[in-house]
């Protein structure tokens, strides 16, 4: 596994992957999607491979990330009733859990949750939606994503360029255990996302 991984990764240059990486972190800024934890430790197992690469990867990592938050925020911004009332009827019901937590949260700790909240897995991701709703002007928003968005991307690059490779080798070696903790683990995204959402289904009902 790890000769094939590598394999690929040396297949692609270093301008693709600096590409590639810019545009996986917009994406995740404007729809909350692909998983910047997972993309961005790709990019530091493939910073491996070239050492100097490790700080031009957090530049346009954390650039393609603000970028997309700031777009998904200007979209708040100015169809704050259309975004809300798609993500209330949409079928994303765990999203729309976040979402309702980030409101929550940003009225509680005003705007400085923009900032430590980049650092809460899940609920980073929906913070531009209830920025872009709130009057916090757009400077302050930059300064703050900036900020979380430097230091998210320096921790998942340098779990992919420390760790990638002997977890690859790990992974190889007990393939089964692996795959029996993969699936594990899935099972367990799962039922705790589904006893968040019936929680707060019986707490709507009975409120």
């Not at 393609?64 to 911004?77: A, D, E, H």
């Not at 765990?94 to 929550?104: F, I």
């Not at 991307?153 to 760790?163: N, R």
């Amino acid at each position: 596994m790890t000769e094939f991984v590598f394999t690929i990764f040396e297949s692609i240059s270093w301008p693709t992957a600096l590409i590639i990486g810019f545009f996986l972190l917009l994406l995740h800024g404007i729809f909350l999607t692909p998983p910047s934890e997972l993309s961005l430790a790709g990019i530091g197992l493939y910073a491996t491979l070239y050492e100097w690469f490790f700080f031009p990867a957090l530049f346009a990592t954390t650039a393609g990330n603000i970028i997309g938050c700031i777009i998904l925020f200007k979209l708040s911004r100015h169809y704050s009733e259309w975004i809300s009332q798609f993500i209330m009827s949409s079928r994303f019901r765990y999203v729309n859990y976040l979402l309702q937590k980030a409101r929550k949260d940003f009225h509680k700790y005003d705007q400085l949750f923009v900032l430590y909240g980049r650092f809460i897995p899940n609920i980073r991701s929906v913070i531009s939606i209830p920025a872009g709703f709130s009057n916090m002007p757009l400077s302050t928003y930059v300064l703050y994503s900036t900020i979380g968005c430097l230091v998210w991307s320096l921790v998942w690059i340098s779990v992919g360029y420390f760790a990638g490779q002997p977890l690859l080798v790990i992974i190889e070696t007990h393939q089964t255990l692996a795959l029996a903790l993969l699936i594990l683990t899935i099972i367990g995204v799962i039922v705790h996302r589904y006893h968040i959402l019936r929680t707060r289904d019986l707490t709507s009902g009975h409120g």
